[in-house]
């Protein structure tokens, strides 16, 4: 039986390809567990912060609470520090946030030098809050604090080149943005290569309107409290038109500052989470996978590098009553002091029977010799001064006589319109009796006349009364 051997120079070349791919895997896994280390070594920096600007009333700490999670926020005064958890799942690794939260006072303006320095400049995000509440502010708001920032800037001791990295930093930034989806796409990677290039030579170039005024700070506006919406529609008859016209501005100040925009509303928990998400990828560069949401009017979210001077043309279609290029008070206007309602006090007429009823107690409660009763049928002043005149004479003809024709001349209004046709008829169980003597109805207008002629008669012959007055004195 033979005894096949291998060839000696064969069997080295197996050898050796084992020894190499052998070193090869050794080398993977190094680099692997290299690629972890270095990982796990490169922590959460806990230097990055917010600066927080905004109007009094304009949401500003209600959202930062809710960025924290506390739900019993506490409102302070001048320059407030608070800070948000940041956690990175990933790694496993987490930091804290510094929040700096100026008072809507501008006068506390020079508190900036706090939060906002040399030092820190490089690490801040800043945060300008407008609140929908008072939409015809919102521009002049913005605009305010973006000036109040930017003397500060100027006050800072920079030199031109720093300034200048600053602002390319946002400017790259802006231009590197890409939309969810679209990291792969062919098209996209190309005119990433080709800002690479012109970045290269020095040349980045921005469309119409983009970071005009670009301060080298990465900006984001957040317009709070937008379910307010709702009533500015019910009450000031606000259309889709003016908050159009409203977004349409809030998105051209956000292209000059190179300004990412949110609609949030804490109170129906709109965007916040988004926010807190946006707010983690700027500064830390989490990944945020949201894309640009402007269907709804009241969650409306454009990160930074999205917008343009073409897509904020797409609302000029809504607008009927105005211009997109109209001032913008001009439009939104503020609404006067409303002036309070007066409402006139509705008189309330007595019960016509209640009122007869209350005349004739009081004339059969009868008047005492020399004191004069108000008749209830006002009589006119010369009548009455002829009736005056003969009570303070003592003579009183007929006086008697004509307080009783008139209570029978009510008694028979009474029975008029009761429909009483028997006034001394019982009284049905339950009920009081009246007690009031039968009076004849035709006897009584009869009297009643009778009794206005005479009074009629005295009130053109005065004199006929003057002279036995003058005789008895």
Known sequence: MAHLAGDPMEMN???????????????????????????GNSKLPSNKSVLVLGDSESGKTTLIAKLQGVEDP???????????????EYRDDHTRL?????????????????????????????????????????????????????????KLKFSSEELHDFKQSITKKWLDYVEPGDEMDSSAALRRTSRNMDEELGEMPLGEGILTRNLGLDVV?????????????????????????????????????????FYTSVKEDKNCDLLYKYLTHRIYEFPFRTPALVVEKDAVLIPSGWDNKKKISILYE????????????????????????????????????????????????????GVRQESPMRAPPSVTKAVD?????????????????????????????????????????????????????????????????????????????????????
């Open 74 to 88: 506490k409102k302070g005064s001048g320059l407030e520090y608070a800070y948000i958890d940041v956690r990175d």
């Open 13 to 39: 070349g197996i050898s050796g390809k084992k020894k190499d791919d052998l070193e090869s895997k050794e080398n993977l896994w190094s680099a692997i567990l290299s690629e972890v280390q270095n990982t």
């Open 389 to 473: 005149r003969r009570s303070l004479d003592g003579t009183k003809p007929g006086a008697a006589g004509g307080e009783g024709v008139l209570a029978n001349f009510f008694n028979s209004l009474l029975y008029k319109k009761t429909g009483n046709n028997n006034p001394t008829s019982p009284a049905r169980p339950g009920e009081q009796s009246n007690n009031i003597p039968p009076v004849d109805k035709a006897v009584v207008r009869s009297d009643a006349a009778a009794e206005l002629d005479r009074l009629t008669r005295n009130k053109k012959q005065p004199s006929l009364e003057q002279e036995p007055n003058s005789s008895e004195c």
């Open 98 to 154: 510094g929040v700096w939260v100026l008072d809507g006072d501008p006068a506390h303006g020079h508190l900036l030098r706090y939060a906002l320095s040399e030092e820190s400049f490089p690490h801040t995000l800043v945060m300008l809050v407008v609140a929908m509440t008072t939409p015809w502010g919102v521009l002049d708001q913005l605009q305010s604090w973006a000036t109040i920032l930017q003397d500060h800037i100027d």
């Open 221 to 261: 506006v957040v317009v709070t409290k937008t379910d307010y919406m709702s009533t500015l529609e019910k009450d000031l008859d606000y259309r889709d038109e003016h908050l159009d016209f409203i977004q349409l501005w809030i998105r051209r100040f956000c292209l000059q500052y190179g300004a990412g925009l």
């Open 318 to 369: 809504n607008m009927q009553s105005m211009k997109p290029d109209d001032y913008y008070r001009d439009v939104i206007t503020q609404p006067g002091a409303r002036k309070p309602v007066t409402r006139e006090v509705e008189t309330q007429a007595e019960d016509e029977q209640a009122f007869l009823a209350r005349q004739q107690q009081s004339l059969q409660a009868g008047v005492p010799a």
